[in-house]
C-alpha cells in the first residue's frame, strides 16, 4: 500500500510539472499552412472567378505575458492559383500576396488543454499582380496597412507543443483558414 501512495504521488507531482511548464513558457513559435478565398481581384474590378482560391503559408512568434493573453508577430506568404488543383500553370494568378501582422491574442480556456482564440490587430500586406485579363497583361503592386481579426480553436496535445485551427479576415479582402502548429518554450 506504502508504494502505490508513492506511486501516485510521483505522477501527480509529473502532471502538475507538466502544467507548470504550460504556465511557465512564454514564448511560441508556430508554423501553419492553409487554404483561403481572396476578393482582391473582384474589388479591384477584375471580374475573375477563378482568381479567388488561395494557399498560403504562415510564421508567427507569440509572447504569451498571462495565460490568457498575449501577443503576436507574424507573417503570411499567400499564392492566389484560382483552382482547386493549386497549379498556378493552368490558371491565372496573383504573383504573390504577403502581409506583416502585429496582434494581441487573447485566449479563453474551454477545457484544461482547449482554449478558444481571438487576435486582434493590424496587417502591412503587400499585392503583386500579373496576369492576363481580357487579353491584356496586368501587371500592378499594391500595399497597404489594415485590420485584422481572428477566431480560432487552440488545443495542447503535449506539454510543450499546441495544435491550433484559426479564421482570419485581413482588410485587403482576403479569408483564409490556417492550421498551425506551435512549440512553447
Same mark, same amino acid.
Given at each position: 500500500?506504502?508504494?502505490?501512495?508513492?506511486?501516485?504521488?510521483?505522477?501527480?507531482? @509529473?502532471?502538475?510539472?507538466?502544467?507548470? %511548464?504550460?504556465?511557465? /513558457?512564454?514564448?511560441?513559435?508556430? +508554423? $501553419?499552412?492553409?487554404?483561403?478565398?481572396?476578393?482582391?481581384?473582384?474589388?479591384?474590378?477584375?471580374?475573375?472567378?477563378?482568381?479567388?482560391?488561395?494557399?498560403?503559408?504562415?510564421?508567427?512568434?507569440?509572447?504569451?505575458?498571462?495565460?490568457?493573453?498575449?501577443?503576436?508577430?507574424?507573417?503570411?506568404?499567400?499564392?492566389?492559383?484560382?483552382?482547386?488543383?493549386?497549379?498556378?500553370?493552368?490558371?491565372?494568378?496573383?504573383?504573390?500576396?504577403?502581409?506583416?501582422?502585429? @496582434?494581441?491574442?487573447?485566449?479563453?480556456? %474551454?477545457?484544461?488543454? /482547449?482554449?478558444?482564440?481571438?487576435? +486582434? $490587430?493590424?496587417?502591412?500586406?503587400?499585392?503583386?499582380?500579373?496576369?492576363?485579363?481580357?487579353?491584356?497583361?496586368?501587371?500592378?503592386?499594391?500595399?497597404?496597412?489594415?485590420?485584422?481579426?481572428?477566431?480560432?480553436?487552440?488545443?495542447?496535445?503535449?506539454?510543450?507543443?499546441?495544435?491550433?485551427?484559426?479564421?482570419?479576415?485581413?482588410?485587403?479582402?482576403?479569408?483564409?483558414?490556417?492550421?498551425?502548429?506551435?512549440?512553447?518554450?
Amino acid at each position: 500500500m506504502k508504494y502505490i501512495f508513492i506511486i501516485i504521488m510521483l505522477q501527480v507531482s @509529473a502532471l502538475t510539472t507538466a502544467e507548470e %511548464l504550460i504556465d511557465e /513558457s512564454h514564448h511560441v513559435i508556430s +508554423l $501553419g499552412g492553409g487554404l483561403g478565398v481572396s476578393r482582391w481581384a473582384e474589388v479591384h474590378g477584375f471580374d475573375e472567378e477563378r482568381l479567388n482560391l488561395k494557399h498560403h503559408y504562415d510564421v508567427a512568434y507569440r509572447y504569451q505575458f498571462t495565460p490568457c493573453w498575449g501577443g503576436e508577430i507574424g507573417y503570411m506568404y499567400q499564392k492566389i492559383t484560382g483552382t482547386l488543383i493549386l497549379n498556378p500553370l493552368t490558371s491565372a494568378y496573383i504573383d504573390k500576396v504577403s502581409s506583416f501582422r502585429l @496582434a494581441a491574442v487573447y485566449s479563453q480556456p %474551454l477545457s484544461q488543454r /482547449s482554449s478558444f482564440l481571438f487576435k +486582434l $490587430g493590424i496587417a502591412q500586406y503587400n499585392v503583386i499582380a500579373n496576369f492576363r485579363y481580357d487579353d491584356e497583361h496586368v501587371v500592378t503592386d499594391n500595399e497597404g496597412v489594415g485590420a485584422l481579426t481572428s477566431l480560432g480553436w487552440q488545443y495542447n496535445f503535449a506539454p510543450n507543443y499546441e495544435f491550433s485551427l484559426v479564421y482570419t479576415y485581413q482588410k485587403f479582402d482576403t479569408n483564409t483558414l490556417t492550421a498551425n502548429f506551435g512549440y512553447r518554450f
